[in-house]
């Protein structure tokens, strides 16, 4: 599977963003997608995910009520509205597909990053 990030770039405090995240090579029904965010200077972090089956999402607390990730198995694509972005969002972002929620060590495949920064 091989992951194509997109749609990051520069926003105002309160402003919004969508990511994308387009799979080649294998259908993407199946796996749990989750985004995930890492600031310079700090770890990779939780942001979002959606499950394959029922579609069930996910979020980190920092998100909740802000984020909204979903996705199309039809595009093989998944998505990542990011709305009241604030400078803390700054990060780049990353989609993955694989076998659970939470944790990185979870995901087979990630895609290259896109870089989201918030301006304040």
């Known amino acids: 599977v091989q992951l194509q990030a997109s749609g990051g770039g520069l926003v105002q405090t309160g402003g919004s963003l969508t990511l994308s995240c387009a799979a080649s090579g294998r259908t993407l029904s199946t796996y749990f997608m989750g985004w995930f965010r890492q600031a310079p200077g700090k770890e990779r972090e939780f942001v979002a995910a959606?499950?394959?089956?029922?579609?069930?999402?996910y979020y980190a607390g920092s998100v909740k009520g802000r984020f909204t990730i979903s996705r199309d198995n039809v595009k093989n694509t998944v998505y990542l509205q990011m709305n009241s972005l604030k400078p803390e969002d700054t990060a780049v972002y990353y989609c993955a597909a694989g076998d659970g929620i939470y944790s990185t060590r979870v995901y087979d495949y990630w895609g290259q990053g896109t870089q989201v920064t918030v301006s304040s």
């Open positions: 959606i499950s394959g089956i029922s579609g069930r999402t």
